[in-house]
């Protein structure tokens, strides 16, 4: 079996029980950063072995990692915070398992986008989920495609990003396009601005923002 296992995006205790219990009952733990993870094991004194498993070894890894699997040990995967293959390292894995017939459970847990989306306010109905922009090739075709859909839009962005792609959006959605600004999720300092784009920018060329972002994006109307 290999279990896909959610991590808290922030606050420790945003971890479910079966996900406990499943992170001491296997084998072994797959992480994206040992160093990271050990932490919040510690904090709940789980003991299973860690291996590393990122997006820049999983190609050469995850061939053994599947044999290991058809041998009878029991695998979780897990990132260093939400779900993993959710613009985490995972998908390769789990496709390759499931062309394996090894069985896969991902289960239910903690991910950035969904309090984004709800504390947004936004319509969320419908909505469509672009995780991170290209930086390069390809961006500005990608936003213009944005600035047409008609539902709400979730975008993670990096700190150092953030204004710059606020500018971008603005430039082809309008500035007067409503959106929201989600930090920190579930942490210390988690904070939330709403209102149109051209508030957003103005906010956050004088507040550069730090941590973890989520970007909604109103639909065009």
């Known amino acids: 079996m290999l279990y896909i296992v959610p991590t808290p995006i922030g606050n420790l205790e945003d971890i479910t029980l079966r996900a406990l219990r499943v992170l001491k009952e296997v084998d072994l733990i797959l992480a994206e950063d040992t160093r990271t993870s050990s932490v919040l094991l510690k904090h709940y004194d789980i003991h299973t072995p860690l291996r590393s498993h990122h997006k820049f070894n999983?190609?050469?890894t995850t061939a053994s990692i599947v044999s290991e699997l058809k041998a009878g040990r029991q695998i979780a995967l897990i990132s260093d915070a939400g779900t993993p293959a959710i613009s985490d390292p995972g998908f390769f894995l789990v496709r390759e398992a499931v062309q394996a017939d090894i069985e896969v459970q991902c289960l239910p847990g903690a991910t950035a986008f969904v309090p984004a989306l709800v504390d947004s306010a936004l319509p969320n109905d419908r909505f469509f989920f672009e995780g991170f922009l290209p930086q390069k090739k390809g961006r500005q075709t990608r936003l213009q495609q944005i600035?047409?859909?008609e539902h709400t839009v979730v975008i993670?962005?990096?700190p150092f990003r953030?204004?710059?792609t606020?500018?971008?959006?603005a430039e082809v959605c309008g500035s007067q396009r409503q959106a929201t600004v989600s930090r920190e999720i579930s942490k210390l300092h988690e904070d939330t601005?709403?209102?149109t784009l051209e508030m957003l920018v103005r906010h956050y060329r004088e507040n550069p923002p730090k941590g973890e972002i989520v970007i909604c994006l109103d639909a065009k109307k």
Do not use: F, N, P
């Not at 606020?166 to 959006?169: A, H």
């Open 58 to 60: 999983e190609h050469d």
């Open 147 to 149: 600035a047409q859909l």
């Open 156 to 158: 993670y962005e990096s």
């Open 162 to 164: 953030l204004l710059k």
């Open 166 to 169: 606020l500018e971008q959006l």
């Open 193 to 195: 601005q709403r209102g």
